[in-house]
């Protein structure tokens, strides 16, 4: 069981401690009422990427404190292509995020297209072609020293069929298991929950083996990070019997009707801004098209960063008190 450091000379009550049942009823109480109950409830407009106004930043960071994710809306004129990749950077550091990852399929302006493409960087893996995605977060694969914090989608181009995201915000992942059974968070806060296994990328270049939990808790900002594949593939589970039960609970709760789980298909010009929630794509078509000619593209950048000032305000009073 991991204990939340403390930071001044009184103890914190945190809701995320498994000693600590009465912050957590009250973090749970609050984070369930008014949650958004579609993908439409968290849409923000935005009229220039570039340049949002104060009055559009607190209005996505009102929706990441709610869900830790927010969708944006621009013109369509800022769905072109260039336009995206001068701006996305500019909007994402109005909310802090200032250290993109760097990646090997990135660009020279760091941004990593998602497209159907076969170039020696990008064959072979399935975020590059139109076959669906299993529920992640970004970067489990990750050690701590470079864990994905936020990232941001953006869509230049969406497929004539499919390519929908699902999305579910980890914090309630947390709590439909701390409600079924606290052993199972206990289980996945294990510093060894889910291994992966070392791996030789296309370049070359060796991932070493990395081990970690599946929840863990930000010793600076106090908040829920998640780390997670479905994928059935290099995944190494600890083998105990809270564990097993804990994911096969989790991938149930992933497949099946989770009311708080949100679909979305972006549209040219929208995006999501988030707290590296859980997501899945849905294969994709663009009618008819062979895969090798889709013309389905998202921009992707992921930062080090949390998002700023998305804990929720009655966490942040609660852990001040
Ligand atoms: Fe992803």
């Known amino acids: 069981m991991q204990r939340v450091p403390e930071t001044g000379s009184e103890p914190l009550e945190h809701p995320f401690d498994l000693n600590d049942d009465t912050a957590y009823r009250r973090w749970r109480d609050n984070k369930l ?3 958004p109950a579609r993908a439409t409830d968290i849409v923000v407009e ?34 072109e292509e260039q336009d995206a990749r ?15 990852e760097s990646h090997r ?10 497209e159907v493409a076969d170039d020696d960087k990008r064959r072979g893996y399935i975020p590059y072609s139109n076959r669906p995605l299993t529920w992640h977060t970004d970067g489990y694969y990750n050690g701590p020293e470079t864990c994905i914090r936020a990232f941001l989608l953006h869509c230049v181009r969406d497929a004539g069929e499919g390519g929908e995201n699902s ?3 980890p914090e309630i992942a947390y709590l439909r298991l701390r409600d079924e059974n606290p052993d199972f968070i206990a289980a996945l806060m294990h510093p060894h929950a889910m ?14 083996v990395s081990p970690g939990p599946v929840f ?13 594949s479905a994928r059935g593939r290099n995944i190494i589970w600890r083998d105990d019997p809270d564990t097993r039960a804990a994911v096969r609970f989790l ?11 949100l679909n979305h298909k972006l549209s040219p010009g929208q995006g999501l801004i988030c707290n590296n929630v859980l997501h899945a794509r849905s294969g994709f078509d663009d009618d008819g098209a062979p895969a090798r000619t889709s013309k389905r593209m998202l921009l992707r950048i992921r930062y080090l960063d949390r998002l700023a000032g998305s804990c929720r305000p009655a966490a942040v009073n609660h852990l001040q008190q």
């Open 195 to 208: 291994t992966i296994p070392e791996n030789r990328e296309a370049s070359g270049k060796l991932r070493p």
């Open 216 to 228: 863990s808790i930000d010793p600076v900002t106090h908040a829920l990070h998640m780390r997670y």
């Open 33 to 35: 009422s008014g949650y």
């Open 46 to 79: 935005i009229g220039d990427l570039k340049r949002p106004t104060e009055a559009e930043c607190t209005e996505i960071i009102k929706r990441c404190q709610r869900a830790n994710m927010a969708f944006y809306a621009t013109r369509p004129g800022d769905s």
């Open 105 to 114: 399929s990135a660009a020279q302006d760091g941004i990593v297209a998602l």
């Open 86 to 100: 001068r701006g996305l950077p500019v909007f994402a550091s109005h909310f802090g995020l200032s250290r993109p």
């Open 251 to 261: 991938a149930d709760l992933l497949t099946g009707s989770e009311p708080l789980m």
């Open 167 to 169: 999305l579910l915000d």
